[in-house]
């Protein structure tokens, strides 16, 4: 099979798992929303419903380790591939944080912050692919992650639960993901520039070494 056609493969593991994870997202959505506006046939369900979306939303996280690490473990990487499963993970996480901020688990500036980030950050990745550069991510980056996918589910639930205060410790976790997001955003962006100046200056250097050559 020719790379191209490789490239262009959609029927695989990891791609199928990033479709369970797209259709788990109007799930959750619809879930959160029933918490709030429970018609009369879901009412015996009621208090179930936030431990339902809880569970749904980190099944569908989980699929976000499995299709990465069956596309390396299997040298299964598609343009397409490629493209759908960062998508999947910010409507995922983004839908997520906006009904968690309409049944009042969140602070509005709270969700200000890790939606505008999300958004910058995947400017800022765009301009690193054009630029033929790579930025690794900083720690701060995959911390704020693990404390962001740790609090969204606990503030599904938003009760105490096995002997946990899940409310307020998804809201203190949610704080510091806010916090950490923006350090991440500024660890990334100074090293963006560096990377950025590093391979201007290689090019122009290039540029001036060929002309050299010419003459």
């Not at 980190?58 to 976000?64: E, K, L």
Request: with cysteine.
């Amino acid at each position: 099979m020719e790379k191209h056609d490789l490239d262009l493969e959609i029927d695989n593991l990891p791609n199928r798992l990033t479709f369970f994870r797209m259709l788990m997202i109007p799930v959750v959505v619809l879930t959160l929303y029933f918490t709030k506006v429970t018609p009369d046939w879901l009412m015996p369900y009621h208090k179930y419903l936030g431990h339902i979306a809880c569970w749904i939303f980190v099944a569908a996280s989980i699929t976000d380790f499995f299709d990465g690490y069956f596309a390396r473990k299997y040298n299964i990487v598609t343009v397409f591939g490629s493209f759908l499963d960062p998508i999947a993970d910010k409507f995922l996480v983004v839908s997520s944080l906006i009904m968690l901020l309409a049944l009042d688990r969140v602070h509005s500036i709270v969700v200000i912050i890790l939606v505008l980030r999300e958004m910058y950050m995947t400017s800022l990745r765009l301009l690193a692919m054009t630029e033929e550069i790579s930025v690794p991510v900083s720690s701060w980056g995959k911390w704020k992650t693990t404390t962001q996918m740790v609090a969204t589910p606990m503030l599904m639930v938003n009760e105490t639960f096995l002997w946990i205060p899940f409310d307020m410790v998804g809201t203190v976790l949610m704080y510091v993901a806010a916090f950490l997001s923006l350090g991440s955003a500024i660890l990334y962006s100074i090293s963006m520039i560096k990377k950025l100046r590093e391979n201007r200056l290689e090019k122009k250097k290039l540029k001036k070494q060929r002309l050299k050559g010419e003459t």
